[in-house]
């Protein structure tokens, strides 16, 4: 009789338990949505087997209730347009309320990934422009949205949009110095694209003091490290430099580029953290996974202003290198 009152209270408490989890009270629910993963896997069952319809009206039942991973995926299936007809109006919509949603997420959130990316496919919205009122091209309002995934989340690619909007001055005001500041940033979380345009400025020395065998360095890096879309733009970059290369500019490059290899690994496309301090030689610092967080760690603190540019100021380097650029800390667009 004991053991049977003894159960029916442990019943008791595993049934409110997983009321709570289901509810995401209690905080027992976490950003990735794990209370609804059995209704993405339903859904990605269904897709895998070819009942799109199905898989569609889980997937749409799973973000109705939440879930990051369900919209995210749902807004890339009208994106892309393999299993049903592109819906461009859409997926916007679908990324912006995914990532407005969950605006104020940290960084060392596990779903902050998928909010980045999120954000960074709303600001293309906004540079693109699609078809549905209130989506016309606003590259303003996309640099916004690209500072939020890429400085905010640390998403690499976007940091590389918000390089090259600072560099060409479309959308918001020119600026050199955060261009550089942006393009580095991106460059040392290992991002080919803003490797070689970064090298590509290095090499060439107009805006930044040129340091020709580094920026010969990084564009190899870049091109080893480069998506199949990106080589053919990156290789003119390499072989428009090579042209006024000397032969022992080349051999040193090629080097440096081995040597960076070999200290650091051959993935030049991980997205990872860069170690702020820099060693003392040639080879840029290397770079690790961000990681959970300890149990019980604060948040992320905000740098005041004094502090981040006397900061940034000791970074202006690539390793050891110095870019030439003298950068201001972060700063939203619309703050410049």
Not at 11 to 34: E, K, P, Q, R, Y
Request: proline share 7%; with cysteine.
């Amino acid at each position: 009789m004991r053991i049977s009152r003894w159960w029916r209270g442990v019943s008791g408490l595993l049934a409110v338990a997983g009321v709570l989890i289901l509810s995401g009270g209690a905080g027992a629910a976490t950003a990735l949505d794990l209370p609804i993963a059995d209704d993405y896997a339903r859904a990605e069952r269904a897709l895998r087997d070819g009942h799109v319809e199905q898989g569609l009206a889980e997937l749409e039942q799973a973000a109705r209730r939440g879930g990051i991973r369900a919209q995210h995926r749902l807004a890339n299936i009208y994106a892309e347009g393999r299993l049903v007809p592109r819906d461009d109006v859409k997926a916007c919509e679908l990324y912006g309320s995914l990532a407005d949603r969950h605006s104020q997420i940290d960084r060392t959130d596990p779903a902050a990934k998928l909010i980045s990316e999120a954000f960074r496919a709303w600001a293309m919205c906004y540079v693109k422009g699609a078809s549905g009122q209130g989506w016309e091209p606003n590259l303003g309002r996309a640099a916004l949205l690209f500072y939020q995934a890429g400085v905010m989340l640390d998403d690499a690619e976007s940091l590389h949009e918000l390089a090259k909007m600072y560099l060409t001055g479309q959308g918001i005001g020119k600026n050199n110095r955060l261009a550089v500041y942006y393009f580095f940033k991106a460059a040392r979380k290992r991002h080919p694209p803003a490797q070689a345009l970064l090298g590509s400025l290095m090499w060439e020395g107009g805006i930044i003091k040129r340091q020709a065998v580094p920026g010969l360095a990084l564009m190899l890096l870049a091109l080893e490290g480069a998506r199949l879309e990106d080589r053919g733009w990156m290789e003119g970059l390499y072989q428009d430099a090579l042209i006024t290369a000397s032969q022992d500019e080349e051999a040193e490059a090629v080097k440096l580029a081995a040597d960076w290899k070999k200290a650091y690994g051959p993935d030049s496309t991980s997205s990872t953290l860069p170690l702020m301090a820099a060693p003392a030689n040639t080879i840029p610092p290397p770079v690790r996974a961000p990681g959970a967080p300890p149990s019980g760690a604060p948040k992320q603190q905000v740098v005041s202003p004094p502090a981040a540019v006397k900061s940034i100021e000791q970074q202006n380097t690539f390793g050891t290198l110095p870019t030439g650029a003298n950068v201001p800390p972060d700063a939203s667009p619309v703050e410049r």
